[in-house]
């Protein structure tokens, strides 16, 4: 049987930190290279660039300000032109209102809707907790020393004033900061190639973001190459398709697709005598 292995190699780069301050964003509209989003079901979010006097670099900041109180719904503005690894964001907000929740959170190795990491801060409940959104499951994680089902840690979010969290992550270390004294640490292995970063609420939360800042390591060149180890068989033959199909499966069945921005190499059944052509490994949007 043949055998074929998938190379890739990727160019890992340092980025410096930039920070966005949507101040060329025109008031009411939506920043060009963001992303809506929204895990789980319920009216649709509403992010816009605000004028807000308070604004911590004026004058504009990026607000969510739609207000159902389903408490299972996560609006989420992603940052589409970057990927990383490992890295560090963080973010100035202020909660405005909520009945329900009012919530700010990062957002990082984002994938789609339905997985990624998540750090929260909720003025209501006075506490700061991370989480793993996996297959649109939100699981908390446990703070490090802490005992287990420990959920977060109590620390006191003044609504209606700005303050700052932040997010570091190093393979599978995490570390949580607010207003630049750190809060407590995190090891999750759950996703661990690249992934987008952004911004995320609850409910009916009313939140401003002002000066979203990040920096990290991002893949900045990808090759792949496929090479076959010596065999007795030279995969799907002419002589292959005489023979009977139950002899024909499971040969040559392996392909390699992309998926947007996660870098990640599937197996995939094609069906019967299915040989792995030249050129089969899907460019993102091509699948």
């Not at 816009?48 to 607000?63: G, T």
């Not at 907000?93 to 009945?99: C, E, H, L, M, P």
């Not at 009313?206 to 390591?217: E, I, P, R």
Request: charged share 25%; hydrophobic share 35%.
């Amino acid at each position: 049987m043949r055998t074929f292995l998938a190379l890739w190699t990727l160019s890992w780069g340092l980025t410096g930190a930039e920070t966005i301050h949507f101040d060329s964003v025109r008031p009411g509209s939506f920043p060009a290279d963001w992303t809506m989003a929204m895990t789980h079901t319920g009216a649709a979010p509403k992010w816009e660039v605000r004028r807000d006097a308070s604004a911590p670099s004026k004058p504009n900041v990026l607000a969510q300000v739609s207000a159902d109180g389903s408490d299972s719904r996560f609006p989420l503005a992603i940052l589409n032109r970057i990927s990383y690894r490992d890295g560090e964001v963080s973010v100035k907000f202020k909660t405005v209102a909520g009945k329900t929740d009012q919530d700010a959170g990062l957002v990082w190795r984002y994938r789609d809707p339905d997985n990624y990491y998540l750090v929260r801060a909720n003025a209501l409940e006075n506490n700061i907790v991370m989480y793993k959104v996996e297959n649109g499951h939100r699981i908390s994680l446990d703070p490090a020393g802490k005992p287990p089902k420990t959920y977060g840690v109590r620390h006191r979010i003044p609504s209606r004033t700005w303050s700052i969290l932040r997010v570091t992550f190093k393979k599978s270390q995490f570390e949580v900061y607010f207003d630049h004294r750190k809060v407590f640490e995190v090891e999750d292995s759950t996703f661990t190639l690249p992934g987008k970063l952004g911004l995320w609420t609850k409910a009916d939360s009313v939140t401003y973001f002002d000066d979203f800042q990040f920096s990290g390591s991002q893949v900045s060149g990808v090759r792949s190459m496929a090479s076959a180890t010596n065999s007795k068989t030279q995969g799907c033959s002419q002589q292959q398709k005489g023979e009977k199909a139950h002899r024909n499966e499971a040969q040559c069945t392996t392909t390699v697709q992309w998926r947007s921005n996660s870098f990640a190499a599937r197996r995939v059944r094609r069906g019967p005598s299915a040989c792995w052509p030249q050129g089969s490994i899907h460019r993102p949007g091509h699948i």
